[in-house]
Structures are given as structure tokens and as C-alpha cells.
């Protein structure tokens, strides 16, 4: 009699392992079936890309962080409204790089490489509000390359060497715009010595560029010979950024009466 229960209690033993068993099997496959088509719906946008896409809040994001990338590929969406591109390898932007993403809302380069932003790198993100540029190995810029982004509210300019001289005068200029509060914070210059640490929110233009750098003919345009004495706007500069604006300083300008 012995022998019998004890050979009933192993077989239900067996049993209760064969069922649990199964069981762990079934929630195993049905995971790794969720995943696969997760993942299948992340990716089916950009086949052969190791980028991800998804929606979040009806907006759609394109994450490809952190995947050595040298360059924006051809094939991704074009009703992004969100691109992340930080961690990656990209060294210069180039003229019409991101043209087609007529939608874009944010664009996130910040840690790259990037030294070199050709002036029409932004033409066509008239809808961007938000540019992440820290992190990367650029030493100048001028307000012009943002005639591109006239929706443009947040830019993060730090951790860049900037070489605080004439050529960065017109950024510091349109940083510093009252209305531009949320533009360049925390951007410092590196170069020369004597300006390293200064805020581009608050260093004077006078500090950028002396009266005999001016005089250099690498830093001023040649200016057209006055035919009769009267307002020239050649000879002032125009900031289109983020308000039309004309700055006539220092263009040696006379008043007549």
C-alpha cells in the first residue's frame, strides 16, 4: 500500500512540474511575441537603419543616439517632428541637411563632432523651437545661419570653443536681444586668453572687436564710395533675426541738416 501512494505522489509531482513548466514556456513566447512586434512596429519605417521611431503624444520622434553616424540619412520620414541625434559622429552640417523635415519641432545635436555649420544648414525648419548644439568643436557662427529658424525660442550653444573675435560679433549681438532670454545660455568664449570665461550673453561688442581690428580689411567689407551726403544703408548691417533690425554703429555715418 505504501508503494502505490508513494508512486501516485511522485506522478502528480510530475505532473504539478509539467504544468508549471508549460505554463513558463507560454508566458516566455508570448513576451518574446510582444517584443517582436514592437519592435517590427519601431522599425518598419526605416529598414536598414539602426534608428528608432515612435509616436508619443501624436508627435512622431526619430531616436538614433549613439549610433556613429557621420551624416542624416535619405530615407527618413519626413513629418518628424522631433529628431535625436545626439552621441554621434557628425562634423558638419551642410546646406540643406535637414530641408526636407518641413515639421521639425526640435533637433538635438548636441555631443557630435561638429565644427563647421555651412550658412543654409537650417533653411526650411521654419518650424523649429528647439536646437541643441552643446558639446561639439565650434569656434564661430553668424546670426545669419538662423534666418532659417524664425520660430527658434531654445538654443544651447556651451561647451564649445567659441573664439570670441569680430566674426562672432553678430551672434553675440543677436544673443543678447532682450526678447532672446532662452538663446546661447551658459556659452562661454575659450579664445583669446583675455576673454576666456566671459559670457556670450554679456560681453560688450567693444570687446570682441577693437577699432584697429576693424581696420584690418579681413574683418570689415569694403564700403562704397560716397557719391553724395546721404543715408546709406549699404553701409549699415542688417539683422533679420529675430526682428528685421538695422545697426548703423560705428559706420562712420554723418548727419547733414
Request: hydrophobic residues 35%; proline residues 5%.
Amino acid at each position: 500500500m505504501q508503494v502505490v501512494t508513494i508512486i501516485i505522489l511522485l506522478l502528480l509531482c510530475k505532473a504539478s512540474d509539467f504544468r508549471k513548466t508549460r505554463n513558463r514556456n507560454l508566458r516566455k513566447n508570448e513576451r518574446e511575441n510582444i517584443l517582436r512586434r514592437a519592435s517590427s512596429t519601431v522599425k518598419r519605417n526605416v529598414q536598414g537603419q539602426p534608428c528608432d521611431i515612435y509616436v508619443y503624444l501624436h508627435e512622431k520622434y526619430l531616436d538614433c543616439q549613439e549610433r556613429k553616424l557621420v551624416f542624416v540619412a535619405p530615407d527618413w520620414p519626413e513629418d518628424l517632428k522631433h529628431m535625436l541625434l545626439a552621441r554621434n559622429r557628425i562634423r558638419k552640417l551642410k546646406n540643406n541637411m535637414f530641408s526636407k523635415y518641413k515639421v521639425l519641432k526640435s533637433l538635438d545635436l548636441q555631443q557630435n563632432d561638429i565644427s563647421k555649420i555651412e550658412s543654409q544648414a537650417f533653411f526650411g525648419l521654419n518650424k523649429l523651437t528647439t536646437l541643441l548644439l552643446q558639446h561639439n568643436q565650434i569656434k564661430s557662427l553668424s546670426e545669419e545661419i538662423f534666418i532659417y529658424t524664425p520660430s527658434l525660442n531654445y538654443l544651447r550653444l556651451y561647451d564649445n570653443p567659441w573664439h570670441c573675435n569680430c566674426e562672432l560679433e553678430t551672434l553675440v549681438t543677436m544673443l543678447q536681444v532682450p526678447t532672446n532670454r532662452n538663446l546661447g545660455n551658459y556659452a562661454k568664449c575659450v579664445h583669446p586668453i583675455e576673454l576666456k570665461n566671459q559670457k556670450l550673453k554679456q560681453i560688450k561688442a567693444e570687446q570682441l572687436c577693437s577699432e584697429e581690428d576693424r581696420q584690418d580689411p579681413q574683418n570689415i567689407k569694403q564700403k562704397p564710395e560716397a557719391t553724395k551726403p546721404e543715408f546709406d544703408s549699404s553701409l549699415c548691417h542688417m539683422y533679420v533675426f529675430p526682428v528685421p533690425t538695422l545697426n548703423c554703429k560705428r559706420k562712420g555715418l554723418y548727419l547733414f541738416f
